[in-house]
């Protein structure tokens, strides 16, 4: 079932006793849940496993209230048919069947693959038209906590909540952004932050490149790594940079049209000299390193001392 055919049914009111849910996106899925319920007229009970609510299934009363129960994650229920059998009256109840993670070679799957919703995160507009309703962030702002968030809409609005807060009394919700992200109170898990690492260093953000650098250490990121990516990222943002406008930009620099559009969000935070002294800077340290008179252990602290 398309998520577009749930919502038809929900805005109809036309529900299914049982729905099977997966997907990353779990915070729009936990929307769906509480408004199926609403519109079953049942409360929304969590339940550990199918044959837990079994008996409940079963009891029939003018008194007892409906209800929507969601289980997760149910192994026995995904590997053991007999129990499917056992849920096909529910008694004006609805049952919700959330997997994480689903084997498509499983009986399971076979069996209901046609009746398996999938919350798949949602792309970049839909998110960014979502943030724009909550508060007004630029758009480089609006897209910089997307990606912080890693497209995860529940972790969006967390992330909105202490903008909202911060901003309570100035209403300026780019500036409450900055103060969070740059104090470090905006969650970045550690990731490969070697990209986001050199584009810090040359936009010039003293304080996300030290912490970026400190997620780099976490995953054990080589040194020499993120020294070879920052000198050839300088060395393109100086050709673009330094281009005069005549003939085709790729051709006269070698560099492709996504390498271009990415030194276009970093350009003139230095100047031409200053890109230059950065990739003597790096050849130096990398020398150093192999020949053993600069600490590869502290060659990232000394690079960002020496740059800002």
């Known amino acids: 079932m398309t998520l577009l055919e749930l919502k038809t049914q929900i ?8 729905y099977y ?6 915070k729009v899925m936990n929307i769906y849940i509480h408004e199926i319920a609403k519109i079953g007229n049942s409360k929304v009970v969590y339940a550990d496993s199918v044959r837990e609510i079994v008996p409940n299934l079963k009891q029939t009363s003018m008194l ?20 499917w059998d056992k849920v096909k009256e529910l008694n ?8 994480s993670n689903i084997d498509k070679r499983s009986k399971f799957y076979k069996q209901f693959k046609d009746d398996i919703t999938t919350f798949d995160k949602l792309n970049e507009l839909t998110l960014m038209r979502y943030v724009n309703n909550a508060i007004k962030l630029t ?30 009394k100035s209403n300026d919700y780019d500036w409450a952004f900055n103060v969070l992200l740059e104090n470090n109170l905006i969650y970045i898990p550690p990731k490969d932050a070697v990209f986001e690492l050199v584009d810090a260093i040359l936009n010039r953000q003293a304080k996300l ?23 050839n990222s300088a060395r393109a943002t100086y050709q673009v940079q330094s281009f005069l406008g005549n003939g085709d930009i790729c051709t006269i620099t070698g560099l492709k049209q996504g390498q271009i559009y990415a030194c276009q969000k970093r350009l003139y935070k230095y ?35 020496k740059i800002f």
């Open 11 to 18: 805005t109809n009111k036309q529900l299914n006793d049982i």
């Open 21 to 26: 849910f997966t997907g990353d996106e779990w």
């Open 64 to 83: 007892s209230s409906k209800t929507c129960y969601v289980v997760r994650d149910d192994k026995e229920y995904l590997s053991n048919e007999k129990i």
């Open 92 to 99: 004006n109840n609805i049952l919700i069947i959330i997997v």
């Open 139 to 168: 758009n480089d702002n609006t897209k910089t906590l997307i990606e912080i968030c890693e497209y995860d809409y529940g972790r969006i609005l967390l992330e909105i909540d202490k903008i909202k807060q911060l901003a309570k």
């Open 209 to 231: 490149s030290y912490r970026l650098y400190e997620d780099c250490k976490n995953i054990g990121e080589a040194n020499l790594v993120i020294l070879l990516n920052l000198f």
């Open 271 to 305: 100047t031409n000299e200053e890109l230059a002294d950065i990739m003597r800077l790096v050849q130096y340290i990398e020398s150093g390193i192999k020949q053993g008179t600069i600490d590869d252990e502290l060659s990232i602290e000394y690079l960002l001392a």
